[in-house]
């Protein structure tokens, strides 16, 4: 590779540097605000699942009048589909996971979803990313085998749900022509869903909103959601999918450290080897060649 063919590559990479690291400390900021939201019960998991995505849509909105009054809103049902899904099982999920364990799961899923969508489009696997992929993926039984530090099962499996479900909003976006549009389109899309959560709410003991939870939950749907993945969107059609991938690894460390620091979580023997391992194995399967058949 020549200079000039060096220079090009290092100041793309400047260009979408910045707002990928903005993006993976908002996905990072989902997981904190949530679960300060859901850990003193000041607010019910759909109550803050229909607060963050009408915020957000408000928000979103507001943004593409002002930013781009002339541009069509876009998304698709898909979209809207997929986001309703991954918001509503990440907040069920947070009343029982600790921060750092519940991104840890989401992440991990993720990334064996986006491998899996690669391989059924007719990407070549290798020796390498399938080594990697199995010891992810041990990394994810040991963090969930009984034992008096296994995350709650029934969370754990509504976190995998949601990172398949975040998995395919990735992939969505990566057609993406207008981030703010697309996402904005998206987030309305995803209002209509929320009728499935009226049922819920008043079968159990109605909705319960303290005006902490209310921030907490505005909080996550305008800054770490409604603006953190309009960003995201402008990174992830740039890059490629496995590069997305492999940026998305920071975020449990992130939400783990922040956890740490706000909320007193503790960091246990488990937690660090399942993160050794999801980490490890997928960059292990991210560092190797890609091929189509």
């Known amino acids: 590779m020549n200079d000039n063919n060096k220079s090009v590559m290092v100041g793309d990479r400047r260009s979408w540097i910045l707002p990928a690291l903005v993006s993976l400390f908002a996905f990072a900021a989902n997981s904190l605000f949530c679960r300060l939201a859901l850990i003193d019960g000041d607010i019910d998991p759909e109550s803050f699942t229909a607060i963050r995505l009408l915020s957000g849509a408000i928000f ?162 305008v800054l770490a959601s409604g603006a953190g993945y309009s960003i995201w969107y402008g990174v992830v059609k740039r890059i490629s999918a496995h590069h997305a991938a492999i940026l998305q690894l920071s975020v449990p460390i992130i939400a783990s450290l922040g956890a740490v620091i706000l909320l007193g979580e503790p960091i246990f023997s488990r937690l660090v080897i399942a993160t050794i391992a999801v980490l490890g194995g997928v960059a292990l399967s991210l560092a190797s060649p890609c091929k189509k058949n």
């Open 60 to 221: 979103l909105l507001l943004l593409l009048g002002i930013k781009m009054p002339s541009e069509a809103m876009g998304g698709s049902w898909k979209g809207g589909a997929s986001l309703f899904i991954y918001a509503w099982f990440f907040s069920i999920a947070y009343v029982e996971l600790g921060a750092g364990i519940g991104a840890l799961i989401l992440f991990g899923a993720v990334q064996i979803t986006m491998f899996a969508y690669s391989w059924l489009k007719g990407e070549w696997v290798s020796p390498r990313v399938m080594a990697g992929m199995l010891i992810a993926f041990g990394g994810l039984i040991v963090l969930l085998l009984p034992g008096s530090t296994a995350p709650e099962f029934k969370s754990s499996m509504l976190m995998v749900i949601s990172g398949v479900a975040w998995g395919a909003y990735s992939l969505i976006g990566r057609g993406s022509a207008s981030p703010i549009a697309d996402t904005s389109g998206n987030f309305l899309r995803s209002l209509p869903f929320l009728t499935c959560l009226v049922w819920v709410v008043l079968s159990g003991e109605g909705p319960r909103v303290s005006a902490a939870g209310l921030m907490y939950a505005v909080a996550s749907g």
